[in-house]
């Protein structure tokens, strides 16, 4: 770069900023680079800072002598406006309605013109007089009222966007020719080579409409109290519309906005770690089933028995095998969506709303996924008895979290995952509040959510789980739903972020006037760590039934059933 900045011309220090960002992107610093790269990126940084400080006050000094230069042109090229002289209507007609009246009725009939006389141009003066006498359309229209049209409330106002070329930041166009001579400067100054593993965006325009009032979204006022706003006759002259209902032959308003309610509720929750490579390699080592046969028991005759009580010559000996590796390779997820170049500049809400329903229902897309994999690791769930009532059945689930921790020598506090669809929280209150001597009408999410926790089972009511169908409409209660219990910390889900982009321009689509709107790719496995996961078949049966009530009386042995 030469000495003085001033020397480059304009092309030459957007070419050099491009250069500087492919030289700093190629040394790649972090914490390990050396001081030298180091002091090249500082260089660097300090050198574009320089010429994009030049390249702003070029763009202000020349938005200063273009408005100097339309001032100029406008004196030049607008000439005096000449007054037209008015036409003097005939007193006669002013005092004389009536005879308008029968000269407009002798205009519709049908009668021949006569020859207006030709006279020379000297005589043209006083002839004038007579012959500019107002036609009976034009004298009645001289005495109708004056009609006012309504001054529009909104008036759009375009200004320019800061660093456009030849033009001031927040420079205001008086029209449209001015508008589009701005962006078309703004693109011949675009960068004329390729900047790799970058994104540049350049502003040209800012259309914002005034003139609104109070009638304006902003923080603090909800969008429907801004349409009662709208619509309410005492902010009217006459406070009343019918006062103004001539002047309603406009079209109706058309709200943009949509219903917005869609949550990510209801995911299943796991720990996460990142992966940095193609995938994971773990073992889950050995449990307390390798270790059985190790112990062996000597009585005082020296007779040796085994761990199952077995007689052996010798004295057994288990030796450390080597624990098997298992490989996961990661697996992409994605969303890939495109959006038209003018649908989004006329209509940006709905370009939102679509992204966001996309990344709603991809993330419920990837915990159908997620709980899919631990049902296929449970195996054949196990069937539980019907016991008539749905809070009898979930008592297996503390029967076989207790045998799980007595299996894998856990604590007996230990807390066992429990996974259950959303839907099964409404019948255990219905369950709970059917029960005799209960309040039926007020359960709420504690008591349920306590019936688990009293039991160190810890709950999680997912969504994207035997998903019921028949909404609108009638859905049957199932017969049975599926449980899955697994130790807490069983599982994990590794994740990996591939690429990320948004609002992606390309010469390819900018042809079709399309563009990227979102492109989004994420990689993740899920990994049983340690222990094992179980499933259970359990039935629903809400009747609230209790246990029978006897009355024992004192002094007998045996109770005495009434």
Not at 442 to 448: A, G, I, L
Request: aromatic letters at 6%.
């Amino acid at each position: 770069m030469p000495d003085n900045i001033n020397e480059l011309s304009y092309e030459e220090i957007e070419n050099r900023i491009g250069e500087i960002i492919e030289e700093f992107q190629s040394l790649e610093l972090d914490v390990n680079s050396t001081d030298e790269d180091i002091a090249q990126g500082e260089a660097l940084a300090q050198e574009i800072s320089d010429l994009r400080e030049e390249r702003e006050q070029r763009h202000v000094e020349a938005g200063k002598r273009q408005e100097k230069l339309d001032a100029l042109s406008q004196k030049i090229a607008t000439p005096p406006v000449e007054e037209e002289p008015e036409e003097t209507v005939d007193e006669a007609v002013a005092e004389e309605p009536a005879e308008v009246e029968e000269e407009v009725a002798e205009a519709e009939e049908p009668a021949a013109e006569e020859e207006a006389p030709v006279v020379e141009a000297e005589e043209a003066q006083p002839v004038a007089a007579a012959a500019k006498k107002p036609s009976p359309a034009k004298r009645a229209a001289a005495h109708a009222p004056e009609v006012k049209m309504q001054k529009s409330s909104s008036v759009a106002v375009i200004t320019a966007a800061a660093d456009v070329p030849n033009y001031a930041s927040g420079h205001q166009f008086d029209d449209l020719g001015g508008a589009v001579d701005a962006v078309i400067s703004r693109l011949r100054s675009l960068p004329a080579h390729h900047i790799p593993n970058t994104r540049l965006r350049y502003g040209a325009l800012k259309f914002q409409m005034e003139g609104f009032g109070n009638l304006v979204q902003q923080a603090g006022v909800e969008d429907m109290d801004l349409v009662r706003m709208a619509g309410d006759e005492r902010r009217l002259g006459g406070g009343s519309l019918a006062l103004t209902a001539d002047a309603w032959c406009a079209p109706s308003e058309t709200l943009y906005d949509f219903c917005s309610y869609e949550t990510v509720a209801g995911l299943l929750s796991v720990p996460e770690f990142q992966v940095t490579r193609g995938g994971i390699r773990y073992t889950q080592g050995p449990s307390m089933a390798d270790v059985a046969d190790c112990a062996f028991h000597v009585d005082n005759d020296g007779v040796i028995t085994d761990e199952s009580g077995g007689t052996v010559a010798t004295k057994p000996c288990c030796d450390i095998p080597c624990p098997p590796f298992t490989e996961i390779r990661l697996e992409v997820d994605g969303i890939c969506i495109r959006g038209d170049i003018l649908q989004n500049v006329g209509y940006p809400e709905v370009t939102r709303r679509y992204i966001e329903l996309a990344l709603i229902a991809h993330a419920k897309r990837m915990n159908a996924a997620n709980i899919a994999g631990i049902v296929a690791a449970s195996g054949t769930a196990i069937a539980v008895p019907d016991q008539q009532t749905f809070l009898f059945n979930l008592d297996y689930l503390e029967w076989y979290a207790s045998n799980m921790r007595t299996a894998n020598s856990l604590a007996e506090n230990a807390s066992i995952e429990i996974v259950v669809p959303e839907w099964v929280k409404p019948l255990i209150r219905a369950e709970i509040g059917r029960r005799n001597g209960y309040d039926n009408v007020n359960v709420p999410d504690s008591v349920v959510t306590g019936w688990f926790s009293t039991r160190n089972l810890a709950v999680q009511f997912v969504r994207d789980y035997q998903v019921l169908t028949g909404y609108p409409g009638a859905i049957a209660v199932p017969a049975t739903v599926q449980v899955l219990m697994y130790p807490a910390g069983t599982w994990a889900r590794g994740t990996q972020g591939v690429i990320s982009l948004d609002t992606v321009y390309d010469s390819t689509q900018l042809a079709i006037n399309k563009y990227t709107a979102l492109f989004t790719e994420e990689a993740s496995l899920l990994v049983q760590k340690c222990l094992g996961t179980i499933a259970l078949t359990v039935p629903i049966h809400v009747s609230g039934l209790t246990g029978a009530q006897i009355t024992a009386e004192l002094g007998t042995a045996e109770p005495v059933i009434p």
